[in-house]
């Protein structure tokens, strides 16, 4: 007797482009303007997620210790990151000026705490608190963390970064991951119909 799940058809999976909708350069740089103005927590959690490209997870865990080693003249922070593997990655002069705004004078311990309580904060303060961010940045549609990690990836690639050093930046263990992310606003900005449109105007 053969086996009828030998002829069952397995549904495709469509990853030809990343459906998040993420930031521009100028919507990016309003919404990292606008956290600063609302609490150091917020500010430092904006330029974790848009800038280093952090889950909310990672920016969650971050510890005050995490990040007070200088390697090759660069500061650094050390993190755990999807399927707990270890990486390395530089803190930026801005980057470091808002952590050190949101550290203040504590020297160990998580970084990141809930503005009211002072507890550390843990993945769902970060989405409640990106939402704040974008409502008072005026931004009109749903952003999350991964909108952010979703725009520090993007606008990389916008501002020139190779692919290669884009897909460092995001941590992906597979390039065709990263190209998912450009894709689809590449693919309206680039798509054949503007050149075809072009093409024929004179006919």
Do not use: W
């Not at 495709?12 to 600063?36: M, P």
């Not at 993945?123 to 725009?151: E, N, Q």
């Amino acid at each position: 007797m053969s086996d009828p799940a030998v002829y069952a058809r397995l549904p495709k999976v469509h990853r030809d482009e990343s459906r998040t909708q993420g930031l521009d350069r100028l919507e990016l740089i309003r919404f990292l303007q606008v956290a600063q103005t609302l609490t150091v927590h917020h500010g430092a959690l904006a330029y974790l997620l848009g800038i280093n490209a952090l889950r909310a997870s990672e920016a969650a865990a971050v510890r005050i210790e995490d990040y007070a080693e200088t390697l090759r003249g660069h500061r650094v922070l050390h993190l755990v990151g999807k399927g707990n593997k270890p990486a390395t990655m530089p803190i930026t002069v801005p980057v470091l000026r808002v952590l050190k705004a949101c550290r203040g004078q504590r020297t160990t311990g998580r970084l990141l705490l809930r503005p009211v309580s002072g507890n550390p904060i843990d993945r769902r303060d970060a989405y409640r608190m990106v939402t704040r961010i974008a409502k008072v940045a005026g931004i009109p549609r749903h952003i999350s963390p991964h909108s952010l990690r979703h725009a520090a990836i993007t606008n990389a690639l916008d501002a020139g970064v190779p692919l290669r050093d884009a897909q460092i930046l995001a941590r992906h263990a597979d390039p065709r991951t990263t190209e998912h992310y450009d894709r689809a606003r590449g693919n309206l900005d680039r798509h054949g119909v503007h050149f075809l449109t072009a093409y024929v105007a004179g006919v």
